[in-house]
DNA sequence: TCAGACCCTGTCCGATCGGTCAGTTTGCCA
DNA sequence: TGGCAAACTGACCGATCGGACAGGGTCTGA
């Protein structure tokens, strides 16, 4: 692995344990053996190190939520999305626990906002007043538990799988279908 | 309102919107109208004004959670713990924002680890490897995705309440009840 | 009137932060 | 072997942090 891979990877996992504000980058030179220079020689700045570290992951995510936007999530499609969305969360879950944690403190980063807008977006879906607050309910609780979930578990250093991974997907995907069943087809993101 | 109360308050939501490390005293000063010297009168320290911030929402969070530790969660009482939880979350919720964005790393704070370690207890119960990984994953998706819901809408600046809050509190207590039905009584926390 | 508690302030300090810059080492290719 | 570009480094900078400290108002009770 080269020093950039390895500082990247470095950085993502310091990023989503300690913090991004609390992580040094003295600190992740010293993790990765060079020097602090070193590490401004391959990233211009903290900020260039960040965007690296997590913003393929960002990207998927805007993939994968793309589908609750404009005419809704149509009922044929739901299973779909919930498999794309728990192997998201399976895939990038450092990413995930770092975005989650510290995303609405990051608001002045570029990379962050492009999620935070994302997810401001379906936040306002489930929180603004209407007829279906239940429903709506039921979409935040769905997706933004199964997300916690699995970084509440990431973070605390639990045993690295609750299950296998397939079994853990599998499952998942059950309890979210469970839960999303009373919710209409065509309410998402109207 | 006194100069103290008022700096608690006033850190309670710096420390919750923008994080613990990125909010400076300086800053908690400026928003009171006082001198960055008068915080540090009244607080002996950065970490003492955080302590006096949640310290209290903590205290209460480990009673409510009490009831998961120890012989389980039996059936009849099921109700009633999800009635204390949905409320704790509703009248914390800016302590319950703080704590779940910037719990995982604040680890060297006395009064965060008392709340990290009573989570990593409930994290260890559905992560852990068993049988019935359906079931600690209900239990988790529920308590971790309502928490999490509720932080989100607010952090994000949006509607302050989904509907009324008894509204939302019934709705809550519902989808929760719901999603642990098929939990048997006497798993939690074996 | 005055002593003391309380509240508040400006000034200063060492530590640490992200970042710049000039210079050195390393590896590859002609 | 010589030269050049990429990789890397130590020294240094301004800014900011949490915190220490001495002192100045203000009020109250003796």
Redo the contacts between chains.
């Keep these: 692995m080269s020093t950039q891979e390895e500082l990247r990877t470095i950085a993502l996992a310091e990023f989503a ?3 991004y ?2 992580t040094s980058l003295q600190r992740i030179a010293e993790l990765a053996g060079v020097s602090k220079s070193s590490v401004l020689y391959h990233f211009a700045s903290k900020e260039h190190l960040l965007e690296a570290a997590i913003g393929p992951a960002i990207d998927r995510m805007q993939d994968v939520l793309a589908p609750l936007e404009g005419a809704g999530l149509l009922e044929g499609d739901r299973t779909a999305f919930l498999e794309a969305f728990v192997d998201f969360l399976l895939q990038y879950r450092l990413e995930v626990n770092m975005f ?3 995303g ?2 990051l608001v002045d980063v570029p990379v962050i906002e492009r999620a ?1 807008a994302l ?2 977006r379906l ?2 879906f ?4 209407s007829d279906s ?2 429903e ?3 979409f ?3 997706l ?6 699995l970084c ?2 990431q ?2 250093g ?2 690295e ?3 296998t991974l397939d ?2 997907r599998a ?2 995907i ?2 979210l279908s ?2 999303l069943a009373p919710v209409s087809a065509t309410t998402a993101l109207g």
Aim: glycine share 14%; no cysteine.
């Design positions: 344990a300690a913090g504000g609390a989650i944690n510290q609405p403190s935070n997810v401001r936040a306002g489930f929180s603004a007043n607050l239940e709506k309910m039921r935040g609780i769905a933004g538990g199964a997300a916690y979930m509440t578990v973070t605390f639990l045993p799988e609750p299950g079994e853990t499952v998942l059950t309890i469970d839960l």
